[in-house]
Structures are given as C-alpha cells and as structure tokens.
Nanobody, 120 residues
Framework: QVQLVESGGGLVQAGESLRLSCVASGTIFSVNAMHWYRQAPGKQREWVTTITRGGDTNYADSVKGRFAISRNNAKNTVYLQMNSLKPEDTGVYFC??????????????WGQGTQVTVSS
C-alpha cells in the first residue's frame, strides 16, 4: 500500500509565497518522476511541473520563473516552492508520483490534494 500526502497549502495574498510538500510512504522500491498538478474551481486538472529522479525539471509556462520543484530522494518527498503568487494560482494542488512497488512494476499514485487560495 502506497500513500502520497500533501501539505503546506493555505490562504495568502497576491505576491506572497507558499511551500508545498508531498511525502510518499508505504511499500516503495523507488520513486521515479514526481509531478504537481492543480485544479481550479470549475476547470480541469492541469499539469504544473515535473522533476525526474535525477533532478531534471520542467514547468508549465504559467508558472515558469515563479515556482520551483525539488525533491529529497532519501525521504521520498517532493516540494513546490511557489513565489509571486497570483489569484489565478488558486486551486487544489495534487502530487503525483511514478512509484516502483517492485523492481519491475511501476504504478502512478495521487495525493488527496491541498488547497491554495491567493487573494488579490
């Protein structure tokens, strides 16, 4: 059984910062790429950023230069540093991870989400 648990969401004003965390726990052989997605009210879930196990990163254009993803492989944890937040960043942020639960079998897991609200 594998669980992803996000934390760090909250209510902030435009221009402020938040740091999200997501911890993977359970029967884990290794964690490959980790991702953050978000879903605004009334909209589809959208991809935000990805980090590979080796640390390569990629960002959606809407957050490039403001958000930074990082990870601690020893702790099976991924972070999302969000700076210069805008009201349009408001939404539920979800962690997704590609987890090897055996040496041969990979599954994708989702966290339950953490709410980020940015007021203007």
């Amino acid at each position: 059984q594998v669980q992803l648990v996000e934390s760090g969401g909250g209510l902030v004003q435009a221009g402020e910062s938040l740091r999200l965390s997501c911890v993977a726990s359970g029967t884990i052989f290794s964690v490959n790429a980790m991702h953050w997605y978000r879903q605004a009210p009334g909209k589809q879930r959208e991809w935000v950023t990805t980090i590979t196990r080796g640390g390569d990163t990629n960002y959606a254009d809407s957050v490039k230069g403001r958000f930074a993803i990082s990870r601690n492989n020893a702790k099976n944890t991924v972070y999302l540093q969000m700076n210069s937040l805008k009201p349009e960043d408001t939404g539920v942020y979800f962690c997704n991870a590609e987890i090897m639960i055996t040496t041969r079998y990979e599954r994708h897991y989702w966290g339950q989400g953490t709410q980020v609200t940015v007021s203007s």
